[in-house]
């Protein structure tokens, strides 16, 4: 679907150490078929580092591969940035806090955030942000003039949190809340100082607490970590790095970075709920709560877009920063779960997000 540009400097797109895959099967059972397929999807996918990560009913298969060089730590021991793939974990959040009876999803957000200020007759609500109906725009006002300076390395980084609270309590609603469906990473955003504020915890702190550590998910953080660590990403060209993420005052909307590991720890959770922690809010976030689009063929949950498929739903969100690109997804009818990551930014007709969409689809 894509045309490859020249390869990596001193690789050669066809050489020995370009796109097999550098990383092994975690279960030494796979299915010869599964291998098959994601070396297939890794080949397929243009960019320094990609990793497939599939398991199914609990076997995992990971597969690595890219056009540059493997780097010194195994791709599969990486974390990637997930951009706003990390919705789905911060979608958990609200779940649980309102399943265990410490919040409810009617709470008005500035309330929270301003105990002194009014709240108007129609406020925006925490289920509001969460599902993209506050009437929010994507982004503030002014984040783009705060961030045109460093647009190429970390715009997000100038806009720190307490411009992201005032943006909202200052901000003026055209139509009311709960009307009308508009992805916002400022809606989630502002939910995260909500929640913080709410229990009077620092979010880092808050999410750790009743998401990270209860899944045992001990390789996803939410600042970067260093070269040893973190995945380095690239712009379009695909050689030229860029720096590691920083996300400012949006931390609910786009700081999480996991390894794949961690991240197929975190989507099994989902395809089968029971017995483990959180499993109400595991549940929860399956649930439709909205429709939209023509015949209401767009379906979107708590924390995640719904597609049909001929014996069960799909779930999928994606992600991607100024470097890396991000895919998650599960499939309870099948037992799959699948996380594809890869360190290029986005272009136009990439074949990233399709190959994963693909692969889960097929699972």
Known sequence: MTTRPAPWPGVPLDGSDTFPPDGPSTDASSDADVVRRLDAAVNVVDAPDVVFALSRNGHRTVRCGGTAPPPPVPRHRLRYELGSASKTFTGLLPAHLTQTGLLSAGEPAAALLDPAGRTGPDPVTLAHLITHTSGLPALPADFFVRALPAWRTN???????????????????????????????????????????????????????????????????????????????????????????????????????ATPNDLLTFLEAHVEPSGRPLTGALRAVRHPVLRRGLGHRHVHTVAWFQHPTEHGPLYFHGGATLGQQAFLGFRPDTGTALAALCTRRFRVRDAFVPTAYALLAEA
Request: zero cysteines; a positive charge.
């Open 155 to 257: 715009p997000y980084a100038r806009y720190p949190a307490e411009r992201v609270v005032d943006a909202f309590l200052r901000h003026r609603h055209h139509r009311s809340p709960g009307t009308r469906w508009h992805y916002s990473n400022f809606g989630v955003a502002v939910l995260g100082h909500a929640l913080a504020a709410a229990t009077a915890t620092p979010w880092d702190d808050l999410l750790t607490a009743n998401v990270l550590r209860p899944l045992r998910l001990s390789d996803t953080v939410l600042r970067p970590g260093g070269p040893d660590a973190d995945a380095t990403g690239h712009r379009r060209d695909g050689a030229t790095p860029t720096p590691p993420l920083f996300v400012g005052g949006f931390q609910a909307a786009g700081a999480v970075r």
